[in-house]
Structure formats: C-alpha cells, structure tokens
C-alpha cells in the first residue's frame, strides 16, 4: 500500500511518548503521534476542542470499557480483545501479573500522580559514556516544572494521610521517604470550594475536589490531575503535533537506503483500516509491555527490525505486590482526598522495613455495585509494596504469542513485602487479600540503556544500538528497578531523548 511520510513518528501518548512528541514539535519537528486507544472524555479534553471522546468507564460503562484486551497463556493465540476503547489492558504470565493503560496520555490517567526519584541516588551513573546523574537532574527539573507537580500546605492537605493517623500508632509508622516526594495536582486553594482554571495554555481544568474521590486509577474526569494529553499534547497541538487516536502500530519495518529509514504499518480502528507511515526517525513510547512486544515481533515475527541481542532480557516488576486492606473503619471515608495516603512501615524493626502505599479505592460512588459494598470499600485501601528486585525476567515473541517469564523466588522483595502485610492484617485485626505472585502496574527494563557489550539495547539519547533513527523512550528502557513510582523518571528519560535528539539536529 502506498504510504504517506513525516519526519517523525512516536508510538504511544504515555508518559514516555507525549513528552518526547512535545518536545520534538516544540523544536521544530515534523511528529505524528500513533495511539492505540481514543482520547477521553474530560474537562480539559473537551476545551481543547476534540470531538470523539471516550467516557471513562462509570457506572454500567465500568464493565464494558474497563477492559480492552487479555493476554493468557492459555487464550487462542495467547491474547484476545475485549473492546478498543477499554481502559486497561491485563497480562498474565508465569510468575507475574501486569496491568497496563491504553488511551490518549496512557498511564497518566491511571497513576496516583506521585512524581519521586529512584531509592538508589545513584541510579543513571556508570551506564554508558555522557549519562549519569547530573546529566539526568535538568530533565527531573523540567518535567516536574512543566506538570506543575508540588506539595500541599497545611491549609489545603488531603484528609487521611500517613503522618496524620500513624504518627503515634503502637504497631505502624509513616514511611517518610528520603527524598522529595511531590504529587501532580491542581491543589485548591479552598478545599471547600474547588474552582474551574485555566492553565496557561488555555485549557480549563478544576482544582482537586476532596468529597468525590475521583481522581484515582479509573481516570480523573475533572481534569484536576495532571495528564499528559493536555499538559503536553495539547499545547504542541497548536504547534503542529497531529495525535492520530485508535491507530494501533503492527510492526516497525526498517527500510533500505535512499528513502526515509523506516515503515510503521498500523491499523486504524475508526474505519480506516490498514495504513502505513514512513518516518526517518520512530520513538517507541507504547508502554514497557508494548514496547517489547512491538520491537520483539517487529524483529522476530515480520522480519524488519534486526539486531537488538539484549531486547527481552532484564524485565522487572519493580517488585510491586498489590491488596486490599479491608479496615472498615466506621470513622472513615477513605475514598475523600487525592488517591495517595502516603505509606506506612512496621514500628518493629524485626520485620523488614519496607514502606507500604495506601491508596483509595477510585470512584467508588460510580460502581454499579449496592450501597452497602459501596460503602464498605470506601472504608478500605489498596496497598502496595514497591523494591528492587532480581530484574532477570525474559520477554519473548514466539510465533504470535507474546510471553513473559519472569520467577518471584529470585527476588526475596516480593516476599518481604507481602510478609510484611500479612502482619499488618495480624496487628490490626483487618484482613489484607493480597496474594504472593507479583502483580505490577510499573514494568520496566528489557530494552535497558547500556552499553552494547555489556547487554545494553539503547544508548545514553535512547537510540537503539545499531539501529540508527530508532528511539526507546519509556521505561523499556530503564537500566535498574526504581523501587519507587517511575513516572518521574518516565517524563525525565523522555525530556533527555528529546533534548539530546533537538541539540544533535
């Protein structure tokens, strides 16, 4: 088929791909963005003028458009559709378990907005040559500026935090982390009375209502956090980005010499069909999962990507374990506030000191559930353990099946964590239903930044190694686990390929 042709084109509208395609328009470039899901229906979405949107799944809709897709091993050909609109997409492996985003701003809607550095303050030094710490520090400082992440005050802090219910509790303490931990929403100046904002670019948005509790990992209609579709695409829309929503990528074909370097066949699910691209230059962004099955088929199934020895190798989970901690305390809402409640630890050093999120059930008023089983999750958290683990899981693409094999008992953090709940639910006489096999919504690494001879697939600007115009710019590639949210380092790996890429032009 005849394709039309662009100087580049990023894959994916996540943290990784809407900074990346941002920051290239903004410089000059000539970018179209392929994202797989539609855009959503949201304040700020709505004032920047775009016609087909999504609701977010509510009420009945949260079983028709929760889902877009299965992976399982044993589903025909390991995966199958649910509906191309849907929020989430859940993979099942052996030894792990995956939640994903798809939408336009992907994972942005679904985070709990807390924007902090690695555990390790070491984390990007000795990689590969002209990348460390310091090189890394302007692009922390420039995403968190641009997402205008920051800290409550004392007069408008969200209820039920860390600090305010455990500070004198026998058993449990706030697990205050050693660095700065900063949360990307519009805080209000009066909790009482939220308003309607502009932001600079001209976007409406709403400052953080704390009655509603809807701003969690089922979206935030209000706009009041901050997501990439607006706070990234849409003023470099007005620079020239075109967004193409419900355009998902098939492969990535490298193309001989004497034209552009590269053929992004895709289909487009709004009735366009099957349609192809080339591009000089291709950032993949699609989220880690995607990434590497996207470059894993490319290269193994259809043939046009070659190279890449290290793709596949070195996954993590970021040690994430996830439960529900059924408190039901009477005297508390817990779905009020933003979605973080900050983190707990055992007050006994005995136990390991790991920290503990809390976080709100989303939404909750939206389920089409009964009242009751309304109220008793209001009264509940989800809990959650983040750590380094192992980092020895392997993805592969076998025939049209897409695998991950990936073994918990090499990474004694899984079972800290969950050992560590489990005497939390002894202390405070409140089951906590987790389970021992990982379930990670932060997959990272297979596509790690490193040197080439020591097992690197990308280099210090996130271009491939020997693969010349083509990009990794999520956390695929991502050297070590972050044992803390990695979307900070997501948005400031992104800005780094960005800024590298524009300076070399």
Not at 77 to 95: A, M, P
Not at 221 to 236: R, V
Not at 424 to 429: F, I, L, P, T, V
Not at 465 to 492: C, E, K, M, Q
Request: glycine share 12%; hydrophobic share 35%; with cysteine.
């Amino acid at each position: 088929m005849q394709a039309e042709t662009t100087e580049a084109v990023v894959i994916g509208s996540g943290f990784g791909g809407s900074v990346t395609a941002a920051r290239l328009a903004e410089g000059g470039v000539k970018v179209t963005v392929l994202e797989r899901g539609p855009w959503w229906d949201t304040v700020p979405v709505r004032s920047m003028g775009i016609a087909d949107r999504t609701p977010l799944p509510r009420g009945m809709r949260l079983f028709a458009r929760a889902v877009r897709s299965v992976y399982h091993p044993w589903l025909p050909w390991g995966r199958t559709r649910v509906n191309r609109r849907g929020l989430f997409e859940v993979y099942f492996s052996r030894g792990m378990e995956v939640v994903c985003s798809s939408g336009v701003g992907g994972g942005s809607h679904v985070y709990s907005a807390l924007h902090r550095r690695p555990a390790r303050p070491d984390y990007w030094d000795g990689l590969c040559d002209d990348l460390d710490e310091a090189a890394m520090a302007p692009h922390y400082a420039s995403f968190l500026a641009r997402v205008g992440s920051a800290r409550p005050g004392p007069n408008n802090a969200p209820p039920h935090g860390a600090v305010e219910i455990y500070s004198n509790h026998p058993d449990f303490a706030p697990a205050i982390p050693k660095d700065e931990v900063r949360v990307g929403f519009r805080f209000p100046e009066d909790p009482k009375n939220p308003r309607l904002v502009k932001t600079e670019a001209g976007i409406d948005r709403w400052e953080t209502d704390y009655a509603t509790g809807d701003h969690g990992f089922l979206g935030a209609p209000s706009g009041s956090k901050s997501t990439m579709d607006f706070i990234y695409l849409g003023p470099a829309m007005r620079q020239g980005l075109e967004v193409r929503a419900m355009c998902e990528v098939i492969s990535i074909t490298a193309l001989p010499e004497g034209g552009k370097r590269f053929r992004i066949d895709y289909t487009d699910h709004d009735g366009g069909g099957r349609k192809a691209i080339e591009a000089d230059h291709v950032f993949v962004g699609a989220g880690t999962l995607n990434t590497l099955r996207l470059l894993l088929e490319s290269r193994d199934r259809y043939g046009g990507l070659k190279g890449m020895p290290g793709l596949g190798k070195r996954f993590s989970g970021n040690g994430d374990i996830r439960g529900f901690w059924d408190l039901n305390d009477a005297d508390r809402d817990y779905s009020e506030g933003t979605p973080s409640k900050g983190a707990i630890k055992m007050r006994d050093d005995a136990f390991p000191q790991v920290g503990i999120g809390r976080n709100n059930m989303p939404s909750v008023n939206a389920y089409p559930f009964p009242r009751f089983l309304r109220e008793r999750l209001k009264r509940g958290m989800v809990v959650s353990g983040m750590g380094e683990d192992a980092m020895d899981g392997v993805a592969t693409s076998e025939g049209r099946r897409f695998r991950i094999r990936f073994d918990p008992k090499n990474s004694p953090i899984y079972a800290q964590i969950y050992e560590v709940m489990q005497e939390m639910a002894r202390r405070s006489g409140r089951k906590i239903y987790a389970g021992k096999t990982p379930a990670t919504v932060h997959p990272m690494g297979g596509a790690c930044v490193g040197r080439p001879e020591e097992g690197g697939v990308v280099g210090a600007n996130g271009e491939v190694h020997g693969v010349p115009g083509l990009y990794v710019v999520d956390a695929a590639a991502f050297p070590r686990p972050t044992a803390a949210p990695p979307t900070l380092s997501i948005g400031a790996w992104a800005e780094n390929v960005a800024a590298r890429f524009l300076a070399a032009r």
